[in-house]
């Protein structure tokens, strides 16, 4: 079973739109998910434009994909949150649904302050 950030059994990120590498609404990962989708964030305007200029459009749907709006929740590459987070535009994220590999990547710090869900 796979385990949060928190230490604890990875939640689910979210089903509408229908997220995770294995689009099985978790942010799980594995040896073929080589962009380490693993932190469950809440798409902001800010972070769509910033993935968008970084040459991932999130925004556009495409057959298959809706697009993303704000407010939706969405297993995000762990690098392209930590590459939001130094250029001030980190969505909010769901502790408890992003995989504990994600702190790897990404400032265990500011993950945590960026937590929407986390235990004070």
């Not at 990875?10 to 609404?25: A, H, K, N």
């Not at 594995?30 to 972070?47: I, P, Q, R, Y």
């Not at 556009?60 to 130094?86: I, K, N, Y």
């Amino acid at each position: 079973m796979a385990v949060n950030v928190l230490g604890t059994p990875l939640q689910e990120c979210g089903v509408d739109p229908l997220t995770g590498f294995y689009r099985d609404g978790c942010c799980n990962t594995g040896a073929d998910d080589l962009g380490v989708h693993t932190v469950c964030a809440l798409v902001t305007e800010e972070f769509l434009a910033f993935s968008k200029e970084a040459g991932n459009d999130l925004s556009t749907p495409r057959p298959g994909f809706p697009g993303l709006h704000p407010g939706d929740r969405w297993c995000v590459c762990a690098s392209r949150w930590q590459e939001a987070h130094e250029a001030g535009v980190a969505p909010p994220v769901l502790l408890a649904a992003t995989h504990i590999l994600s702190l790897e990547w990404v400032d265990a710090e500011a993950l945590r302050a960026a937590g929407v869900d986390r235990p004070d």
